[in-house]
């Protein structure tokens, strides 16, 4: 089972179907009515989409793809087989060592202490030259040896993370999240040394992730004001951090050779592939396209993955009651992480029970029209969680299913 | 750069869309990506340059790329008079920046808000019947083709593409850079005069064989012709510009002031036409005047209209204008523009209207807010009867079938897309209606 992320036959000639959505979600109900909720559709014209213009936005640099918002297997390898992607960022090391199977470029993207794996790892010739781990700390380094001692082991690539939050004097505090505690170039340049004389390691990369700048909405049509804050505080930000992750990746570089400076996230592939100091980029969350972000400013990917839940009860005619919920996305708990309903358009949660619950009450417009069996669809707000709802997706193309991907869960892979 | 969500029209407010993505490329590398992005995820994607055409031929819903970014010279031109230009400058920008070489380009047609890539990719021509039309200037292309690789094109590098590309439509490829043969600059003495039309209609082959550029407008329900005479001189001659007031027949004919209210009250009281035709008429007088050649050329339309068309044997044009009249004569039309008359020698390139034949060009207006079609559709069966071949950048109805008719390499034509873009990357209605799906 594999899908081609790089379209062949003819030019599509109206360019984007989910831009009307009267016709899109139809025809993906109508595509999938043999498969039973919950269901996960995706659309391979807008997976295609995201994909390549996610390759645009970088500007050139490679994106490595973070596993973590994709959680299908077939759909990284489909992407590391398209021009433009190159390597993941995985989330764990159990996962990395599970992918380096067949990927032979695999960073860790947050420190490990799983000393099963990590033994594994250091007793792997093969493994340890695909896999590299996160350090941002000498008591990590020492963790690892107490694994297994620098003498009885492979040689482990590390890649140091770098905090890229910005630390304002002001009210605003910290921006951005706590990540690690290698905030300027002294420190960087400092545990770089300490990695380099400590046998048994090799520092091979630098990472420095831009969640505030990634992550944040900066253009919702009903806050202008706090958009325009938002604007405002990542351009700060942005010049900030060029200048500060620039003089740390010097001061790295004269220590050891770096293979990689990864950079990243979906909502900045644009300002991080600007600084020269970075060489790729990663990111994952744009490729299904959540609804997260839909309200960024200078692009709009399209809804590649979505769910479909099932009517099984109205309790009040004015009521639709679903079967399933959850379906909450990462990040700081609130409204904006909650699956939003798409179709039937005009169905809202209800305030006292929103999507918690197994069961999903839904009002609105529409909701008095909707009788059990019927199904509403929904997109996810970032993307990666989804798949930890289903076992698989239903690829939809051209108005059919035409694969079904089994997802990590579905795999027996629940990593995270 | 990326923006969305605005809508784009032409010029004449004949098309309109609003492209999934805009992209405004500032280097040729982004150009790529911004075309490999499209092959990937299988979307249409068009260059449009100043909006110029009538047609919908640069219609993009899309991915439309906007190339102002990529605009000026690329390199200094050569010691015979090569220039190479980035896809999106402006013919407007172009003296200026051939000025410090002492160059100039042979021919323009009578605006120059075009960029160069539109303008070669329309066939977008000038008057004079010695002279070829802008893309029979161009000597190379750099192109970038549907799998976002560079493709030159030239005299020496894939040289069968060339009277491919040098015209072509928008549906090969993404033009990033164009090489034009220039000559060095010079100046044009204009003569303009109203004469009686029978006498032009007479005369007219030879006029145009004896002038280096000549013209004229016909005003239905008038006997009068604006002739227009440019003879080349070099530069150096003591110019003798048009003050500001009195710049250009083409601002009493087509362009502004006074002509834009009469045109606005044309449209409600169509009656009055004739008489407001007569009054421009007399409106222009004899001029004489000399200038450098492109300031003789262009002149600035801000009156908005639709147009059309139509290139035909030079020999027939008395016969054709004849018709015309007497068309209009017979349906009792206002019409409110008058047709202009140019000449262009034949050319080589495969879907030159001008291609294998002297031409004469015959266009037709109507001021954009009235409806055209019974007029265009009447006119345009005459030229067809002509042999006419339509400007691929103003309005006409012809399809792939019928164009096959008239343009000898069509097909060859056909081949090179099938060649350069198997997957129709670069097509859009308007093309699929031309050249055929
Ligand atoms: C007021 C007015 C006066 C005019 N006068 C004349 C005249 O005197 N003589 C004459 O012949 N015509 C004339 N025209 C028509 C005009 O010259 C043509 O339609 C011309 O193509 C417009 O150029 P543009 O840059 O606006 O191109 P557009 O209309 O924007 O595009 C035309 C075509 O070129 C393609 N294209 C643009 N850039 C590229 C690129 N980089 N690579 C590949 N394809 C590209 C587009 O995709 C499209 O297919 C006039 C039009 C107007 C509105």
Known sequence: MAITLSANGRAESSPAPWLTPDLFWPELDAATTSVETPLGALHLGALRFNAHDMIRRAGGKPIRVATKSVRVRSVIDSLLATEGYRGVLAFTLPEAIWLADDIDD?????????????????????????????????????????????????????????????????????????????????????????????????????????????????????RNARSAGMRWLKRRSISELTERRAEAVAAVRRVADLEFVNGGGTGSLESTSADDSVTEIAAGSGLFGGHLFDDYRNFNPAPAASFALSVVRKPREDTATLLGGGWVASGPPGRDRLPRPV??????????????????????????????????????????????????????????IIDTLPTYRGEGKAFL | MTATGAMWHNWARTEKVMPLRVERPRTTAALQRAVRAAAGSGIRIKAIGAGHSFTGIAVAPGIQLELEDLSGLSGEPTADGLVTLFAGTRLHDIPRLLAPYGLAMENLGDIAAQSISGAISTGTHGTGAGFGGIAGQVRGVVMVTASGDLLEISRESHADLLPGVALGLGALGIIAEVTIQCVPRFVLHAVEQPEPLD????????????????????????????????????????????????????????????????????????????????????????????????????????????????????????AAVRDIEALIEQKGWRISFPLEVRFAAADDLWLSTAYGRATGYIAVHKYYRERSSAYFSAVESILRGYGGRPHWGKIHTQDAADLAEIYPHFGDFLAARDRLDPRRLFSNQYLERVLGI
């Open chain 1, 106 to 222: 695999v960073v860790v993207g947050y420190p490990t202490m799983d000393r099963q794996a990590l033994r594994l790892l250091a007793s792997d010739e093969r493994l340890a030259e695909r896999i590299t781990l996160m350090v941002d700390s000498v008591e990590q380094l020492d963790f690892i040896d107490a694994c297994l001692p620098p003498n009885a082991r492979a040689r482990i690539r590390v890649c140091l993370e770098f905090d890229v939050a910005w630390r304002t004097e002001g009210p605003l505090g910290t921006v951005g999240v706590l990540r690690s505690p290698i905030y300027t170039a002294a420190d960087a340049e400092r545990f770089a040394r300490v990695i380099v004389s400590r046998p048994g390691f090799e520092l091979v990369g630098m990472m420095a992730y831009e969640a505030q700048i990634a992550g944040l909405v900066d253009s919702v049509p009903s």
């Open chain 1, 343 to 400: 179709w039937p358009e005009g169905l809202t949660m209800v305030p006292r029970e929103m999507a918690g619950e197994v069961q999903t009450p839904l009002v609105g417009r529409h909701a008095a029209a909707l009788r059990p069996g019927d199904r509403v669809w929904f997109r996810h707000t970032k993307s990666g969680e989804l798949s930890e709802h289903l076992n698989a997706f239903s690829v939809v193309d051209g108005g059919a």
């Open chain 2, 199 to 318: 006498d032009v209609l007479d005369t007219v082959l030879d006029r145009a064989a004896a002038a280096d550029h000549f013209e004229f407008y016909w005003f239905p329900h008038t006997r009068t012709a604006l002739t227009k005479t440019n003879t080349r001189l070099p530069f150096g001659t003591k110019p003798k510009p048009l003050g500001r007031v009195s710049r250009f027949v083409d601002d009493t004919v087509l362009a502004n002031g006074v002509y834009r209210v009469t045109c606005a009250t044309a449209v409600v009281v169509p009656a009055i036409i004739p008489r407001v035709n007569l009054l421009a008429d007399k409106l222009t007088g004899n001029r004489t005047f000399t200038d450098v050649s492109h300031r003789v050329f262009t002149t600035r339309r801000t009156v908005k209209f639709r147009e059309m068309e139509y290139g035909i044997p030079a020999e027939l044009v008395p």
